[in-house]
């Protein structure tokens, strides 16, 4: 089946630092990808959805210059959160859907400790 | 969007068949019942979706309400490994001119296995 690869995996940062996150589709081309953010014992919350070569569409009360996406391909979306802090601790996940599918694809999921 | 209701928790002793079930009586005529499931530090994973018709995979059989009004997730023998959260989700489509594709997670209902 179709794969999503996410790294980090998990990451630690400073406060006040920038934490990129990839996200890939290894085995077919995404045309849309999707970035969640779920904190401990929550639901997934959708916080963008990022199209290859356009900007991205942020779910109400995302700031989008704090949660920066870029969708430069078919099969790389990365999300950049800029100057960490610690409420932005969380579990963040991606996903991505192929061009003829119905199933989303969920990457493994990046755990963010801002300290 | 449409929403769905389903019990905060269930238990199954391993090796028997576990029934979830899903109430969604505000779905649309063309909104797909999706199901994903996540286990623990780990992004969702797709189950199996359907329309109107019951549907059977190599994970799960889902059975549809004729009203379409509820649905019903069946594993057919629990495992341990089955051990998880799952979510029942009504696709949206937004009508975009990106033809843009949205799920939007609830609670789910977290499900454990008795060995």
């Known amino acids: 089946g179709a794969v999503v690869s996410q790294h980090p995996s998990r990451v630690i940062c400073k406060s006040g630092t920038s934490v990129k996150i990839e996200c890939r589709s290894l085995?077919?081309?995404?045309?849309?990808m999707f970035w969640y953010r779920q904190f401990p014992k929550q639901s997934l919350m959708l916080m963008a959805t990022?199209?290859?070569?356009?900007?991205?569409?942020?779910e109400q009360g995302v700031e989008k210059d704090k949660f920066l996406i870029n969708h430069a391909s078919l099969t790389l979306s990365t999300l950049t959160v800029t100057s960490a802090h610690p409420e932005d601790s969380s579990f963040y996940i991606c996903?991505?859907?192929?061009?003829?599918?119905?199933?989303?694809?969920f990457g493994s999921g990046t755990q963010l400790s801002v300290l | 969007d449409a929403k769905t209701t389903q019990p905060n928790s269930m238990e199954s002793n391993e090796e028997e068949p576990v029934h979830l079930p899903c109430n969604h009586s505000?779905?649309?005529?063309?909104?797909?019942i999706h199901w994903y499931r996540q286990l623990p530090s780990q992004g969702p994973e797709y189950v199996i979706h359907?329309?109107?018709s019951n549907v059977n995979n190599r994970m799960a059989s889902l059975a549809i309400a004729e009203d379409r009004k509820s649905s019903t997730l069946i594993l057919h023998r629990a495992t341990l490994r089955d051990a998880a959260v799952y979510y029942c989700?009504?696709?949206?489509?937004?009508?975009?001119?990106?033809?843009?594709?949205?799920?939007?997670f609830g609670k789910g209902t977290k499900l454990s296995v008795i060995p």
């Open positions: 996903s991505a859907r192929d061009m003829t599918g119905e199933k989303l694809f």
């Open positions: 085995d077919f081309q995404a045309t849309t």
């Open positions: 990022s199209n290859e070569g356009s900007k991205a569409t942020y």
């Open positions: 505000t779905i649309s005529g063309t909104d797909y």
């Open positions: 359907g329309l109107t």
């Open positions: 989700i009504l696709r949206a489509m937004a009508y975009s001119g990106a033809g843009s594709y949205q799920l939007t």
